[in-house]
């Protein structure tokens, strides 16, 4: 966190440039790894890697990605590890759940930093991470596993489309959430900063804290 | 003969029909193996080596003639030798000429996700085909037999071809030419199954192999290269020849229900948050009633605004 996070004109200082810089690497690198694998999943979707410069260069790309993926995710998890464990206030949310899809957002409880969501989808794509790095250098590296540890090929063939089809959920409902439905929300990933009025609306808890720390300050 | 047998039956990782599939008379070929008649002088794998044009490869000596472990991506065809010890304390040296076994549903062609990258033809023969290869070894995870082997100076995957370009040209493939003791004879699938059988039949009655028997697997819908074994119902004595070979299941379990699981799951998240778009529409923050708190400086690129745009 930057240590002002209050800043002039009504605005609230979200995101640092250091976090979305991370988020960053891990979006694009994580946009390549589903494109090209998803030309891998389904012979209908095998154009996608035609697209992206033939199938080869993606076969041969698709685990340096990967790399870079797991490299964003373990910054991610350096950056916002202790601010995702889960509290009361996160059950809270998740049982309002239906009034935040009904946009009925003064029945939500406000949030902190985080909201549940967002630490689901946190430890949602932390895990299946783990997972698809797992069975990830299995598939990268097949010849290099001897048959008499062929279950090992078995166990990654089924592992690395089932985590990436969750992720690929937490993905949609991520950017849908973060573009189209939240004003305001991708606009503090890319500049940083939000309105006051969406602090309070989204995350009052982060918000008066923050507020509380800079008035301490003066 | 020779015409059809180019005739594609099934394309790995293609989308669609197979381009004339079905249109002519169908036919069968098969390679037939008499472990019985092996005599183990590999003359077969040398012709491989010839007809092909694969280097020789280094060999590997484990107190026994087998030539390495296993076949490799320039060795296609591979001779095991196995010390069998039977139940009366008598031993057999058993000796089984190891290639791929052309299956009738090959697990390499249903886990290959590269468009073309394997036909099979209506004879029944499968072919990789390296110009559409990715090299990403999923072949090697379908194969029941171990039989794919990636190259990794070539980054793709090899394997026995059943010599298909000996075979269109009315041919029968090196390996079958080369064998002098004719344990190997290659014809349609019928005949030869014919023909083992006979042998088969011969070795139970006359030799006293009373489990002698045909291999031809249906657990992946018969092969297009079927041995006669002393004793079919321990294969996995003749070098590990699998005694129910499949296609691993975590394979056809990714292959089928996850496969349609996982696209309606995608296309039902994306039309799901459209949906949910037209019917609820986006979220917008009131702006803030009071004064802001005035502290720090302007971050650089934001600009005062009033309400939340993306």
Redesign the interface.
Known sequence: MSAQPIVAHGRVLRYSFHERLVHWLAAVSYIYLMLTGLAFWSSWLFWIATVLGGATVSRELHPWAGVVFVFATLLMYGMWGKQMHETELDKEFFRAVPHYIRNEDELVPSADRFNGGQKLLFWGFFWCGILLLLSGLILWFPNLIPWNLRYLRYFAVIVHPSAALLTIGLFIIHVYIGTAMERGAFGSVIRGDVSVGWAKRYHRVWYERMARDAAGRK | MSQAILEIRRIS???GSVPGAGVRREFDVCKLIDTTTCIGCKACEVACLEWNGLSFSETTFDNSYQTMP?TQWNYWNLIKFNEHEREDGTLQLLMRKDQCMHCEEPGCLV?C???GAIVQYVNGIVDFQQDHC?????C??GCPF?IP??S?TA?KVFKCTLCVDRVTQGLEPACIKSCPTGCLHFGTKTEMKELGEARATQLRDHSGFANAGVYDPPGVGGTHVVYVLHDATNPEAYGGLPKDPHI????R??KSP??WL??L??VG??VG?FV??LR?????????E?T????????R??A???????
């Open positions: 990782g293609h989308a296993e886990a996700p590269a468009d990715i090299g990403c070894g999923y090697m995870s171990n082997k990636f990794p980054r691993p299941w975590t394979v379990l990714w996850l496969k996982g696209n799951a995608i998240g994306v948050v949910h778009y609820f529409g986006p979220k917008i923050a009131p702006p803030d009071e802001p708190p005035q502290s720090g400086t302007l971050p690129g934001s005062p605004r009033q309400g939340d745009r993306p």
